[in-house]
C-alpha cells in the first residue's frame, strides 16, 4: 500500500495519553533516581545529588532530541531506512573496536564521549526498528507468501544478534529477537514460519546459556537464588529482600534500606526493587499500570496508522512499543526474581544517559505517527 499518496482526513494530534504517561514516567523516573542514588552518589562522587543532577540533565537533552525527531514527517525516517540500519551495524562494530568501546563489568557495551558513555544497543535498536518498518511496507506481499521474504530481514537480525552476543548484550539480543518476530506477524507472517524461528531461537539460547560455566552458574542462581545468596545470587536476593521489607505500603519515599550498599545498582538495573520497599506493592502495581496503558495506547495509534493507509507508521509503532515494553518487562521480571538477571532499564525512569534520551526519542517517533495518522480515513486512491 501507498503510505504516502492521498490526503489525510480526519481530526490530528499527538495522543495526549501518550505525552501524559510519558512525562508521568519521566517525573517519577527523577524523583525515584534522586531517592535510590543518594548513598552512592555521595560515595563516589562526593555529593549526594550528583547523580539525580545528571538524570536531569538527560531528561532535557532527551526532550530536546524528542523534539526535533517529532518535527520531521515518518516518510524521512523511512526513505533513510537503509542509512538508518547500516547506523545500527556500525554502533554495534564499533563498540567491540579495542581502545573505542568501553568495558564495564565484563561487557563492551559502551561507546566512550568524551565524559559519556553510550550504550550502543540502545539506538541500535531504534535504526533498526527504522529498517524493519520499512521493509515491511516494501516487502509486505513476500513476508505473507513464506519464506522468501523473511529471509532477508531474518539475516540481518542474526547479523545484529552477533554482534550484541559478542559484547556480550543477552537481554538486548533477545529484545532485538522479540521486536523482530512481533512487527513480522504484524506484517502478516505465517504462524508455521515464526513457530519454527522461535523454536530454533529457545534451542540456541538453551545450547548458548550452557556452554559456559558462569551463565549455568546465572541459571541456577535465577532458579535457586537462596543457595548462595552471598554469591551469584546476591543481586535477586538482595532485591527480593527489598521488596519483601516494603510489603503492600512501602517503608515511604527515601527510606529505603536496600539502597544503603545492600543492592547493586539501585538507581538503575534494581530501582523497581527500590520502589517496592519504599512503595510497596500498591507502587509497584501502579508503575505496572502506567506501562500497560502506554502499551495500549501505542496500540492504539498502530491501529489508527494502519486502518488510515499509513503502514510506516504502524509498523515502526509496533516497533517502538515492542522494545519500550520489553524493556519494562524484562527489567520489573528481574527485580522480582521471574527472569534471569540481565541488564535493562526500566524505562524513562532508571538512571542511564542514553537509554533515557534514546527512549524519548522512541516516544517522540510515536507521537509523530498519532500526528500523522490522526484521522480514521483517507481521500484519494490507496
Known sequence: ???????????????????????????????????????????VDGSPWVIALRQALFALLGLGAAAVVLAVPLRVW???????????????????????????????????????????????????????AGYAVRRNEAIRAGWGGLLPPLAVAAVLAVLMLLEPDYGGTAVLVALTGTVLLVAGARWRDLAALGALFL?????????????????????????????????????????????WWGVGLGRSVAKMFYLPEPESDFIFAVVGEELGGIGMLAVMALYTVLLVRAGRIALRAFAADHDYAGYLTVAMACWFGCDAFI?????????????????????????????????????????????????GTP
Not at 552458574?217 to 537462596?226: N, T
Not at 524519548?360 to 480514521?376: D, H, M, Q, T
Open 78 to 132: 523511512e526513505r533513510l531506512s537503509y542509512l538508518a540500519l547500516l547506523g545500527a551495524v556500525a554502533l554495534l562494530a564499533t563498540v567491540l573496536v579495542p581502545h573505542v568501546g568501553s568495558r564495564i563489568y565484563g561487557s563492551a557495551r559502551w561507546i566512550r564521549l568524551g565524559p559519556l558513555d553510550l550504550q550502543a544497543s540502545d539506538p541500535a535498536l531504534v535504526l533498526y526498528g527504522m529498517y524493519l
Open 203 to 247: 534451542t540456541l539460547f538453551l545450547l548458548l546459556a550452557v556452554s559456559a560455566p558462569y551463565r549455568v552458574a546465572r541459571l541456577v542462581a535465577f532458579l535457586h537464588p537462596w543457595r548462595n545468596e552471598l554469591g551469584s545470587s546476591f543481586q535477586l536476593v538482595q532485591s527480593l529482600m527489598a521488596i519483601g521489607h516494603g510489603g
Open 1 to 43: 500500500m501507498n503510505a504516502t499518496a492521498g490526503r489525510w482526513t480526519g481530526r490530528k494530534g499527538l495522543d495526549s495519553w501518550v505525552v501524559g504517561l510519558g512525562f508521568t514516567l519521566l517525573a517519577f523516573g527523577l524523583v525515584m533516581v534522586t531517592s535510590a542514588s543518594v548513598y552512592v552518589s555521595a560515595a
Open 331 to 379: 527489567n520489573m521480571g528481574v527485580s522480582l526474581g521471574a527472569l534471569p538477571t540481565k541488564g535493562l532499564t526500566l524505562p524513562l525512569v532508571s538512571a542511564g544517559g542514553s537509554g533515557l534520551v534514546t527512549m524519548l526519542v522512541a516516544l517522540a517517533l510515536v507521537l509523530r505517527a498519532s500526528l500523522e495518522s490522526g484521522g480514521a480515513g483517507r481521500e
